[in-house]
């Protein structure tokens, strides 16, 4: 029932695809219509778009009070000079509030400004004080950690003094023969001489005597430093004062310079705000434009195409000789079919480039118009597009189209009743025992459908037939002598 997507309402890729067939078939076909039919429409939803979007955005502007570019640039010059207005306002204000301020006002400033940078110079001091602090103890502990590893020093030295070696304590060797006045490790000579001994006294009381000077540095620089934090905890107390006295003085000094100014401020953000509004809308409304200049192109460029589109179609429709007999072969297969409502007067309409196959009565006119569009689902629908389809087939066969030479009817009478539309059930299948023997003996039909209508006893073309049914749960595939085409089809 969809040999072709031929309908108004179908798929815009399925609907095209399905003209070039039959284009194809009856002669039409030509390379550049469809070209230009893709191409047209294409540019056709390009330009509506744009012209949507340009609606789009009138419409929010209208929304907006504003109509057109040139009111949106009235409104901004507006806003402008407003803005200008109130520099200038807030401006005066503030000249006249500040030749008013006290005197008081400003000594008091200038005394908290002092503290301030009293107390900033206090804390570089204290700063520098910690720094220098810490360098002294790091100093201190370095001396500490050097006397205690030379009191080892001389502790292993007395202790080894006694101690007579008879191997290497590095290698573990025999040690070689020395004479009795020579080391029998090193091989240097003994020696009585207590100046070494003196050097390390005089080193360590040296080492002590450096550890006391850094303490007592470290202990002046810590005075230095608890002298400076007293002074600062001071200076910050009349800071803190000052701050206050300035702040006391400030909120006395409520004027109505000062208060008219503040409105003025107030004013102009809430002019300026809207005015950086009105330039994000301008971006709008240029779009507008440029969507309107897109749209005008656009459509000049379709009038080019349907131009161009219509010579083709005139240069490819010329011979309707073809269409004419495709024509017939269908009111012949809808009236060997013995379907119920078309007789061999009906007139039959396939128009280009719609090619929708469209069935009247004659002296009705247009009053009842039988089309894949219309028809109901009552079967009568499914027979009108297979006789379609078997006309199609019969027209390629008559004029040589490659058109695979293979029909697939998948259920007919699926909505018919074989008993209560007896004449169609029967119709349907002579015409096909007809055309099998005559126009259609070198195309392959495969029938599906629920009841079978056999041959004439005359039949002489090569039939088979066979029936299918579903594999029985439990039963092995192999033994249905029945199969569906599937397989494995277990459905019901």
């Not at 509030?97 to 940078?117: C, F, M, T, W």
């Not at 002046?220 to 300035?246: F, G, H, P, T, Y």
């Not at 009906?346 to 480039?353: A, K, L, M, N």
Request: contains cysteine.
């Amino acid at each position: 029932s969809s040999f072709f997507h031929l309908e108004k309402d179908g798929d815009i890729p399925k609907r095209l695809k399905s003209r070039d067939v039959l284009r194809f078939l009856i002669g039409f076909y030509q390379e550049k219509v469809t070209e230009l039919e893709v191409e047209l429409e294409s540019c056709r939803k390009k330009r509506i778009s744009g012209e949507a979007g340009a609606l789009a955005i009138r419409n929010a502007l209208k929304d907006m009070d504003i109509s057109s570019e040139y009111e949106l640039e009235e409104r901004k010059n507006s806003l402008n000079l407003k803005i200008e207005r109130l520099d200038s306002e807030i401006m005066s204000v503030r000249e006249e509030a500040n030749s008013q301020v006290p005197h008081g006002i400003d000594e008091l400033r200038n005394i908290a400004r002092k503290y301030a940078e009293e107390v900033s110079y206090l804390d570089n001091s204290s700063m520098e004080l910690k720094e220098s602090i810490a360098k002294f103890k790091t100093h201190k502990n370095e001396l500490l950690s050097l006397s205690s590893r030379f009191r080892r020093s001389q502790s292993a030295r007395r202790v080894l003094s006694g101690v007579q070696f008879a191997d290497c304590p590095s290698c573990g060797l025999d040690l070689p023969v020395r004479e009795s006045e020579a080391c029998p490790v090193c091989g240097q000579i003994h020696t009585t001489d207590p100046v070494r001994n003196l050097d390390n006294a005089i080193a360590e009381k040296d080492l002590n005597d450096r550890v006391a000077e850094l303490s007592e540095l470290v202990f002046n620089k810590e005075e230095a430093l608890r002298k400076l934090e007293r002074i600062r905890a001071s200076i910050v107390q009349e800071r803190n004062r000052a701050d206050d006295n300035l702040g006391r003085a400030s909120r006395n000094y409520d004027s109505v310079f000062l208060s008219h100014g503040l409105e003025l401020e107030k004013s102009r953000s809430s002019l300026v705000q809207e005015l950086h509004d009105l330039s994000r809308i301008q971006v709008m409304v240029n779009k507008i434009q440029e969507f309107g200049d897109i749209a005008d192109q656009l459509l000049k460029e379709e009038q080019k195409i349907r131009e161009k589109l219509s010579e083709a179609r005139m240069k490819a429709e010329k011979d309707t000789q073809n269409l004419d007999r495709l024509k017939v072969l269908f009111l012949d297969c809808l009236t060997r079919a013995k379907i119920s409502g078309f007789w061999p007067d009906d007139i039959v309409r396939i128009e280009s480039p719609f090619f929708l196959p469209e069935i009247s009565s004659k002296g009705i006119g247009d009053l009842a118009i039988s089309s894949f569009s219309n028809l109901g689902s009552g079967g009568k629908k499914t027979l009108f597009k297979c006789c379609f389809a078997i006309a199609v087939h019969r027209l390629a066969t008559e004029i040589g189209a490659l058109l695979p030479s293979l029909l697939i009817i998948d259920s007919p009478m699926k909505n018919i009743s074989e008993r209560e539309n007896r004449a169609q059930f029967e119709g349907f299948f002579s015409l096909l025992y007809e055309l099998v023997e005559d126009e259609l003996k070198g195309t392959q039909i495969i029938l599906i459908d629920k009841e079978l209508c056999s041959p004439p006893p005359n039949f002489k073309a090569r039939y088979f037939s066979r029936h299918m049914r579903p594999n029985e749960r439990n039963v092995s595939p192999e033994d249905n002598l029945f199969p569906p085409l599937i397989s494995y089809y277990q459905g019901k």
